[in-house]
C-alpha cells in the first residue's frame, strides 16, 4: 500500500463551488508535489513544495491554488473550476526536491468531476 | 518529437510468458529511470528504479538501461492476470528538480488465463 494517502477519493463539483484535495505522507519526506492525470495520458506535473515552500509551478491557473501547512500534509485548493479540469489528481512525495537519486512515491489519487 | 516515446500499446500475452516493454528517449542528459505500474483508476506505484547503463533484477522484474542507445527496458517474467495494467516509464535528468519527471505515454498490458 502506498504511504502517501489521499482524500477524498472521488469528488464531484459544480463550477461555482469551492472544495480541496488533501494530502499527507509520514516518511519524512521534504519535498512535495502535486500532478494531474487525463484519462489515457501520462501525469503531468502542476506544483512542487520543497521544505514547505512553493519551488515550481507549471503556469497552473488560479483556479488551483495549493498550500503545505506543514512537512507531511499538502492541500490543493480548487475554485471556480472548468469541466476540462476533470481529471485525476495525483499527490506525491520525495526526500529532497534536487538531490541524486531521489525517487518520487504516489498516492492513490482524487478523482475530480467538474459539472 | 517527444523526449520519451513508448508504444501505448495494447500488449496482449499469455499468462506465464514474458512482457517486455520499452522506451526511447532523446535527451542524453537523462540519467535517472523509472518504470511505474499504473492499475485502472488507481496513482502510480514504483516498480523500478535505476541510474546507471546494464540490468536490475527484483523478483520477477528486470530492468535494462542502455544510455549509449537511449533505450531502457522491462521486463516481466512469469507474468500473471495480476500484472495487466499500464506500465510507465520516467525518467530525469541530473540538472532538472526532481519532480519534472518525464513520462512516456504508458503501454497497456493485459494478460490473458
Known amino acids: 500500500d502506498t504511504e502517501v494517502t489521499q482524500t477524498p477519493k472521488h469528488l464531484v463539483m459544480g463550477m461555482t463551488n469551492k472544495k480541496s484535495l488533501k494530502c499527507e505522507q509520514h516518511?519524512?519526506?521534504?519535498?512535495m508535489y502535486w500532478y494531474k492525470q487525463k484519462a489515457k495520458k501520462p501525469p503531468e506535473l502542476m506544483f512542487v513544495y520543497s521544505y514547505e515552500k512553493l519551488s515550481i509551478n507549471e503556469s497552473v491557473p488560479s483556479r488551483f491554488s495549493p498550500e503545505c501547512p506543514n512537512s507531511s500534509l499538502l492541500n490543493l485548493h480548487l475554485h471556480a473550476l472548468q469541466p476540462e479540469d476533470s481529471a485525476l489528481y495525483l499527490c506525491a512525495s520525495s526526500q529532497v526536491q534536487g538531490s541524486r537519486g531521489n525517487t518520487i512515491y504516489f498516492g492513490e489519487g482524487s478523482w475530480l468531476t467538474v459539472v | 518529437q517527444k523526449e520519451v516515446e513508448q508504444d501505448p500499446g495494447p500488449l496482449s500475452v499469455p499468462e506465464g510468458a514474458i512482457v517486455s516493454l520499452n522506451c526511447t528517449y532523446s535527451n542524453s542528459a537523462f540519467q535517472y529511470f523509472m518504470w511505474y505500474r499504473q492499475y485502472s483508476r488507481k496513482g502510480p506505484e514504483l516498480l523500478m528504479y535505476t541510474y546507471s547503463s546494464g540490468n536490475k533484477e527484483d523478483g520477477r522484474f528486470t530492468a535494462q538501461v542502455d544510455k549509449s542507445s537511449k533505450y531502457i527496458s522491462l521486463f516481466i517474467r512469469d507474468s500473471q492476470p495480476s500484472d495487466s495494467a499500464t506500465y510507465l516509464c520516467a525518467m530525469s535528468a541530473a540538472t532538472d528538480s526532481w519532480g519534472k519527471l518525464q513520462f512516456g505515454a504508458g503501454t497497456q498490458v493485459v494478460v490473458t488465463p
Open positions: 516518511m519524512g519526506h521534504r519535498a
